[in-house]
């Protein structure tokens, strides 16, 4: 074991101490950030591999009366969202793609984009879900800062 790790370590197990002394002693309740309308709640999940895993934690918060409905869905979904705190960070869109490690095959993608985004914008994100990463060419719909429709170059489905 490393120095770094020993003090990490040591941190860590003094934080979770502080932790239960603060609870016992003040009894608090962790602040309410927002809220949920629904009465019933959907869970949206295309991952074999953490379900079991994930029925167990729906199981926790439906005993204390939060009632979800799990849905299974199929991989190959492209989500777009607006996400209006995007403009604070100065971006007007951003991507997520989640990557098959080994063969490279793109198995789901979310979009964010401001809430007035433009066509541009929301094509250049696509282009992101697609799979294509930012070109040098100016005026390519791919630019990283100055995106445009006016030039697709590239950008035909091949297979
Ligand atoms: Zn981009």
């Known amino acids: 074991m490393n120095t770094a790790l020993a003090i990490g370590g040591a941190i860590a197990s003094l934080a979770a101490v502080a932790a239960v002394v603060y609870g016992r002693i003040r009894r608090v309740k962790p602040k309410v950030m927002g809220a949920w309308t629904q009465k019933l ?3 949206e999940c295309a991952e074999p591999s953490i379900l079991p895993n994930l029925v167990e934690a729906i199981k926790l918060w439906d005993s204390l009366q939060w009632s979800m409905v799990l849905i299974q ?3 190959g979904v492209i989500q777009v969202k607006t996400d209006p705190t995007l403009e604070d960070l100065g971006l ?3 991507t997520f793609t989640q990557v098959e490690k ?3 095959r793109i198995l789901s993608a979310t979009i964010y984009v401001v809430p007035n985004a433009s066509v541009t914008t929301i094509a250049h994100e696509i282009g992101h ?3 294509f990463d930012h070109t040098q060419i100016t005026g390519h719909l791919m630019h990283a800062t100055k995106p445009s429709i006016n030039d697709l170059r590239g950008l035909e489905r091949k297979t």
Do not use: E, S, V
Request: charged content about 15%.
């Open 73 to 75: 869905t199929i991989p």
């Open 92 to 94: 007007l869109g951003r």
């Open 102 to 104: 080994d063969t490279g």
């Open 129 to 131: 879900a697609l799979g």
């Open 41 to 43: 709640l959907l869970i």
